[in-house]
């Protein structure tokens, strides 16, 4: 399993939680409600990554040679005490300054062996 590189994106992360929740309605205004599965509230990162154009061309390298087949990796996102798997299905990169670059990326968790 490939682990992220150990670069830190910039502050203003954002971190979506969507859990899967099932609903099913009564006809008389009653609802029931259950969550699916045991890994059943996936997080989603929008991260900003402020860099180095080495640095960039290092996380896209890694995240190209994850698009290939799709597979996912080990990320620690900041503020958390473990790492989780990852996959990264878009990201884009701008070039503002002379050897600096901008990555953004959203992080899709998944749950998987």
Do not use: H
């Not at 150990?6 to 203003?12: A, E, L």
């Not at 890694?62 to 798997?85: I, V, Y």
């Amino acid at each position: 399993m490939a682990t992220f590189p150990s670069i830190t994106p910039t502050y203003g992360i954002q971190k979506q939680s969507a859990p899967n929740v099932r609903k099913v309605q009564f006809g008389d205004g009653y609802e029931s409600r259950f969550t699916m599965g045991i890994n059943q509230d996936p997080k989603v990162y929008s991260l900003t990554f402020e860099v180095s154009e080495t640095d960039s061309d290092t996380i896209e390298t890694f995240l190209d040679a994850r698009a290939a087949d799709f597979a996912s990796f080990d990320f620690t996102p900041p503020g958390e005490g473990s790492s989780s798997k990852f996959v990264c299905e878009a990201w884009s990169k701008s070039i503002p300054y002379l050897n600096r670059a901008t990555i953004q990326a959203t992080f899709r968790e998944v749950f998987e062996p």
